[in-house]
């Protein structure tokens, strides 16, 4: 069974351009979840769908940060234009129904310049 | 507010030695999550908890959690290198399926 795939896994931007990472679940995975992971930290939530739907987007800073999940399956977050705070690894994970373990993808590492 | 509390944050120990991992959390839940990371990887899953008491095992590793004291360890016996690695624990919620994730531990194994 493959796991859950995300591309690309490293991205260097200058600040202000725009960036999108896309992610693609297990397949039959109804729930997605994106996150970010500062250094040395763990990570926290950014928005979770329930197939199509975003069911928890609170900590989602929406002025620059946008998500979609098009036919509840593959995933992208999009941030524009991007700043210097953002440098990260932007995590990926899907579950089965909500109430499980999840299941990480490898990350996209983000270095804003 | 909702909080996830691990200690120590960085532990380094010799092989062949036993250490515990805290983690400690601020409200009630129904599941409690361990997962391991190596430097540049993604997280594995290593245990979920989900009743008062459980204890799981898994190699050198046993997680154990008490809710009433809204606390959960996992215990190293007998470490060897290869456990070198970042450990998260998680608290989760069946209703939400959200997890709030401690700050994590870094263990370095020395030979």
């Known amino acids: 069974e493959a796991g859950v795939v995300q591309s690309p896994r490293y991205k260097i931007i200058e600040k202000k351009q725009p960036v999108a990472f896309w992610c693609n679940p297990i397949?039959?995975?109804?729930?997605l979840y994106w996150y970010r992971q500062n250094l040395g930290q763990g990570p926290e939530l950014l928005i979770r769908?329930?197939?199509?739907?975003?069911?928890?987007d609170s900590q989602l800073p929406k002025d620059r940060f946008s998500a979609e999940r098009l036919k509840g399956v593959d995933s992208t977050l999009k941030i524009q234009p991007a700043e210097l705070g953002d440098s990260a690894v932007y995590l990926c994970?899907?579950?089965?129904?909500?109430?499980?373990?999840?299941?990480f993808g490898p990350g996209t590492r983000l270095t804003v310049t | 507010e909702l909080k996830v509390e691990q200690n120590p944050l960085f532990l380094s120990m010799q092989e062949g030695k036993n250490y515990t991992i805290y983690c400690n959390y601020s409200?009630?839940?129904?599941?409690l999550y361990w997962y391991r990371q190596d430097p540049g990887k993604s997280l594995e899953s290593l245990f979920v908890?989900?009743?008062?008491?459980a204890v799981k095992q898994e190699g050198r590793l046993m997680a154990s959690l008490d809710t009433k004291a809204r606390l959960s360890t996992l215990h190293i016996t007998a470490a060897v290198h290869d456990l070198s690695a970042t450990y998260f624990c998680?608290?989760?919620?069946?209703?939400?399926?959200?997890?709030?994730f401690g700050q994590g531990t870094t263990l370095q194994v020395k030979p």
């Open positions: 409200t009630t839940s129904d599941r």
């Open positions: 998680a608290l989760g919620s069946s209703n939400t399926g959200k997890l709030i």
């Open positions: 769908y329930e197939n199509e739907e975003a069911v928890d």
């Open positions: 994970a899907s579950s089965l129904d909500g109430s499980l373990g999840e299941y």
């Open positions: 908890l989900l009743s008062n008491g």
């Open positions: 397949s039959g995975h109804n729930t």
